[in-house]
């Protein structure tokens, strides 16, 4: 085992940051809240770049404006998730909590066989506990293999991952597909008003059974799976994963640019998705109406994005048996694993049908609506804690 590159910080879009890289993968992880972004893809003669970055992350922003916000990029660790608007038990947690916000330490960066692994840490004060982060990237993978380890932390949690895609500008230029779903629903209240500057456009607390029709307030349905669409609006739908699948996915297909994003955990810890579809609906400063054709593909276990009161309460979907929060033992580490990768695809691949384990078990098998299949080295052993 030895230790690799240097571990002094390199400046990338204003944020000092960690690189880690192999001949498929180079990424970044910024010190400010650990955003992993930019991630590169590198195939033969091109470099795929699926991952989004806020325009002003470059900009002096107010110094009001949280952490979470001047660095957004990429994906990065929530805890506790959502806006944490309110105190929780006198709890004060910044958005997305103090793993999305605060200084991460670097532990080490290492390469053992073929696993080259970038480590850092973060002890939280608003609830004191200590939290690991591991990024994976072995040889050969076009993928990213993210760890958090959560110990020494006790009471009722919320958390999850925030990755986000920039969409080409072309209307529906990606076409989203997901593992099967047990219940769908747009957010309860408007995630934007027009009276402080934000629009959203989808019917609040509807709920929905196919992401190709979904209300909207003009009493019209829309349809989730292409996107950038729905363009001056900000919006954001929970799906609820089926946890009996043996491999639970979401995926971004780009047919015109060949390729496919998708993101693989394990729906006993990471229980929702959430899409945060957001394409110029934000005409408050930072946003000023420029952050468009993104959409957040986030896996969590959180009632929404409201944060760690409102998903620890009574809330409908954990009174309908949907967990919403996982309670901490200080004494049982909480092991958070996740997969993100990038597959070149062949010219008919419509979009994903199917994610399947492959037959040697070491890699996944990506299937379309129209029957094309790609096979994807993975190790998918990953998922599997402890």
Not at 153 to 178: E, N, Q, R, Y
Not at 227 to 251: C, F, H, I, N, Q
Request: proline share 7%; hydrophobic share 40%; aromatic share 10%.
């Amino acid at each position: 085992m030895n230790h690799v590159s240097s571990h002094d910080t390199v400046p990338v879009f204003g944020q000092a940051s960690w690189r880690l890289a192999t001949s498929c993968v180079e990424a970044y992880l910024t010190r400010q809240g650990g955003h992993l972004g930019p991630i590169l893809f590198h195939f033969g003669g091109r470099t795929i770049a699926p991952y989004a970055l806020c325009p002003w992350a470059e900009e002096d922003t107010a110094e009001a404006l949280p952490p979470v916000l001047k660095v957004l990029r990429g994906d990065f660790f929530c805890m506790p998730f959502g806006a944490n608007d309110e105190a929780f038990q006198g709890e004060n947690h910044p958005p997305h909590g103090e793993t999305a916000n605060n200084l991460w330490k670097l532990e080490s960066i290492r390469r053992a066989g073929d696993i080259t692994t970038l480590r850092v840490s973060l002890d939280t004060s608003v609830r004191p506990g200590h939290i690991d982060k591991w990024i994976s990237l072995h040889s050969g993978h076009h993928a990213v293999y993210v760890r958090h380890l959560i110990s020494g932390m006790s009471g009722p949690m919320s958390f999850g991952h925030h990755a986000m895609l920039k969409f080409p500008d072309t209307p529906g230029s990606g076409v989203i597909t997901t593992s099967p779903f047990l219940y769908a629903q747009t957010a309860p209240q408007p995630i934007e008003l027009p009276e402080d500057q934000g629009y959203s456009l989808l019917r609040p607390g509807a709920s929905f059974s196919s992401l190709a029709d979904v209300p909207t307030v003009t009493g019209q349905s829309t349809d989730l799976r292409r996107y950038p669409a729905r363009k001056g609006y900000e919006d954001l739908v929970m799906l609820v994963s089926d946890p009996s699948v043996d491999v639970a996915w979401t995926a971004v297909t780009f047919p015109e640019d060949g390729y496919v994003w998708f993101a693989l955990k394990d729906p006993l810890i990471l229980k929702q998705t959430v899409f945060w579809l957001s394409n110029g609906g934000r005409y408050y400063p930072p946003w000023n109406g420029r952050h468009t054709g993104v959409m957040g593909l986030e896996e969590v276990t959180s009632f929404f994005h409201y944060g760690l009161l409102q998903s620890v309460e009574s809330n409908f979907l954990a009174d309908q048996g949907h967990e919403t929060c996982f309670h901490l033992d200080p004494a049982v580490p909480m092991d958070v694993r996740y997969i993100m990768a990038v597959a070149e695809i062949p010219e008919d691949f419509d979009c994903v049908e199917t994610i399947s384990i492959g037959l040697d078990g070491g890699a996944v098998l990506l299937r379309s609506t129209s029957g094309m299949e790609v096979s994807v080295r993975l190790d998918l052993t990953f998922l599997q804690s402890g």
